[in-house]
């Protein structure tokens, strides 16, 4: 099992980034996919599930409306879209499935939300 995430990157308040995730080592049309995120000092937290066919989402209150994810089956890759950026989004981000591979974690992407 391996996920890499790409994407992030420096952006100012109230910019645009979309990442990406690519998945391996498993069959990833059948697993729900999520985005989770570790803020600086804090532990990690989940911020947004997609089902397997990706019909439904479910998103933390806190990135509701800014965020959207989506994935394609096809390519093995799950996004997120992330609009109106808070410094409070600042954080290495991370997917992986829902419930996670324990054992599997990729090394994430950093995302720095600063003027």
């Known amino acids: 099992v391996q996920f890499v995430e790409s994407g992030g990157g420096l952006v100012q308040p109230g910019g645009s980034l979309r990442l990406s995730c690519a998945a391996s080592g498993f069959t990833f049309s059948r697993y729900a996919m999520s985005w989770y995120r570790q803020r600086p000092g804090k532990e990690r937290e989940w911020v947004v599930v997609?089902?397997?066919?990706?019909?439904?989402?479910n998103y933390a209150d806190s990135v509701k409306g800014r965020f959207t994810i989506s994935r394609d089956n096809v390519a093995n890759t799950v996004y997120l879209q992330m609009n109106s950026l808070k410094p409070e989004d600042t954080a290495v981000y991370y997917c992986n499935a829902d419930p996670p591979f324990r054992d599997y974690w990729g090394q994430g992407t950093q995302v720095t939300v600063s003027s």
């Open positions: 997609i089902s397997s066919a990706g019909r439904n989402t």
